[in-house]
Nanobody, 115 residues
Framework: QVQLVESGGGLVQAGGSLRLSCVDS????????MAWYRQAPGKQRERVAVIVNDGRTNYADSVKGRFTISRENAKNTVYLQMNSLKPEDTAVYYC?????????WGQGTQVTVSS
């Protein structure tokens, strides 16, 4: 059974960095797609970054040049390195994994950026 577990969130000052991790230790296959989404209070959930299993990536315009997504297929782990954080990056960040018609979500981790 797939279980995505996120870690690495917290409180950081503007300009600081955080690294989020998401791991699924239960499956033996590599997900086709892994991604990070975020949802700020009163806003819709938005995709921040996505990486497919061949390594191609795509980022939301708001985080390009500041965030980097990466993955370790052998460990079914995806990372989000977040640099130059801004108060508007404050949100709950969710890990997403997709494999053919199946989609999975983590429980979310809070990221708070103070000004």
């Amino acid at each position: 059974q797939v279980q995505l577990v996120e870690s690495g969130g917290g409180l950081v000052q503007a300009g600081g960095s955080l690294r989020l991790s998401c791991v699924d230790s239960e499956t033996t296959f590599s997900f086709n797609v892994m991604a990070w989404y975020r949802q700020a209070p009163g806003k819709q959930r938005e995709r921040v970054a996505v990486i497919v299993n061949d390594g191609r990536t795509n980022y939301a315009d708001s985080v390009k040049g500041r965030f980097t997504i990466s993955r370790e297929n052998a460990k079914n782990t995806v990372y989000l390195q977040m640099n130059s954080l801004k108060p508007e990056d404050t949100a709950v960040y969710y890990c997403y994994a997709g494999h053919y018609s199946h989609t999975y979500w983590g429980q979310g981790t809070q990221v708070t950026v103070s000004s």
